[in-house]
Nanobody, 125 residues
Framework: VQLQASGGGLVQAGNSLRVSCAAS????????MGWFRQAPGKEREFVAT????????YYADSVKGRFTISRDYAKNTVYLQMNSLKPEDTAVYYC???????????????????WGQGTQVTVSS
């Protein structure tokens, strides 16, 4: 199983960026998918998640209204579209796959079974 995150980079505040997570060895259709991030000196935190059937999404308050999580079943890929980026969004972004979670655990990294290697997003002011 491999989750390959890509698309990170350096952007100016206010701009947009889309990061991707391509899966191999598992079918994303059967997994809930999530994005987490870790800023320097901070713990990893939840960003967004989408249910296995793509029908339900949930976001951290800090990104709600600016970020959008989506998935492409044909490409077995999940995306995180990030708009109106802020310097505080600077972090390594990780994608993760969960076989099953309930609402109360969807933001808990322990509910996720597989993790990608992360992609760096840097937002300059």
């Amino acid at each position: 199983v491999q989750l390959q995150a890509s698309g990170g980079g350096l952007v100016q505040a206010g701009n947009s960026l889309r990061v991707s997570c391509a899966a191999s060895g598992l079918t994303l259709r059967n997994y809930n998918m999530g994005w987490f991030r870790q800023a320097p000196g901070k713990e990893r935190e939840f960003v967004a998640t989408i249910r296995y059937n793509g029908g339900s999404t949930y976001y951290a308050d800090s990104v709600k209204g600016r970020f959008t999580i989506s998935r492409d079943y044909a490409k077995n890929t999940v995306y995180l579209q990030m708009n109106s980026l802020k310097p505080e969004d600077t972090a390594v972004y990780y994608c993760a796959a969960s076989r099953s979670y309930i609402s109360s655990t969807r933001t808990d990294e322990n509910a996720y079974d597989y993790w990608g290697q992360g992609t760096q997003v840097t937002v300059s002011s």
